[in-house]
Every structure is written in structure tokens, then in C-alpha cells.
């Protein structure tokens, strides 16, 4: 069965920092792009940042640009985001989630899902 499982998450201040981790099962990462996705309270959920299977490609919207980074390790079947420099709107449910192909980093495109891993970010 195709698996993935989100942890890392949490509470934490302004400006700190979090790793977040997903780990399938079931399958090999190796040949899928994937993506770690967010979703606030009362919002659509949104690209956070996505890297296809070789890892040579990324991409990140401007709101996390520069303090996000996205990376994977297929020995480990695992992707990791790590998040510094966190603002209150970085609070959300993150997601990892994974697709064939490489293409826009949008929840839409996206075929396998994990549950989700809360964030939150307050003093």
C-alpha cells in the first residue's frame, strides 16, 4: 500500500526553525516529483515547494523563498523541508505529496497524499 507520513511539526516562536520529514512506503520515491503543500485555516491549500527526482530542480513561491529549502534522500525514500525564519503565516497543515512528472507545483497535479503535520508558528 502507497504510503506517506509526515513529522517534524509543531510549536514554535517567530524566527525559529523547523524540519519537517516524510517517509513512503510502499514505493520507491525515486522516480516521482515531489512536493510539500500547506493549508491554513479558512484558505486553499498552496505550494510550499516541490523538487523532482533527481533533485536538480526546485521551485518556491516568493513567500517562502530564501528561508525554505526543500530537499530529498532516496537511499532513505524520505524528503525533508527545512523551515527558518518562521512568521506566523507559515501556520498550517503541511503535506508532502507526490507525482509523476515535473510540472507546476500545485496541489491539483498531485496523486498521493500523506495526513498532514500541524505547524504553528506564535509567541
Known amino acids: 500500500q502507497l504510503q506517506l507520513v509526515e513529522s517534524g511539526g509543531g510549536l514554535v516562536q517567530p524566527g525559529g526553525s523547523l524540519r519537517l520529514s516524510c517517509a513512503a512506503s510502499?514505493?520507491?520515491?525515486?522516480?516521482?516529483?515531489l512536493g510539500w503543500f500547506r493549508q491554513a485555516p479558512g484558505k486553499e491549500r498552496e505550494g510550499v515547494s516541490c523538487i523532482n527526482s533527481s533533485g536538480g530542480s526546485t521551485n518556491y513561491p516568493d513567500s517562502v523563498k530564501g528561508r525554505f529549502t526543500i530537499s530529498r534522500d532516496n537511499a532513505k525514500n524520505t524528503i525533508y523541508l527545512q523551515m527558518n525564519g518562521l512568521k506566523s503565516e507559515d501556520t498550517g497543515v503541511y503535506y508532502c505529496a507526490a507525482r509523476k512528472g515535473w510540472g507546476i507545483c500545485a496541489p491539483k497535479f498531485y496523486a498521493y497524499w500523506g495526513q498532514g503535520t500541524q505547524v504553528t508558528v506564535s509567541s
Open positions: 510502499g514505493f520507491t520515491l525515486d522516480y516521482y516529483t
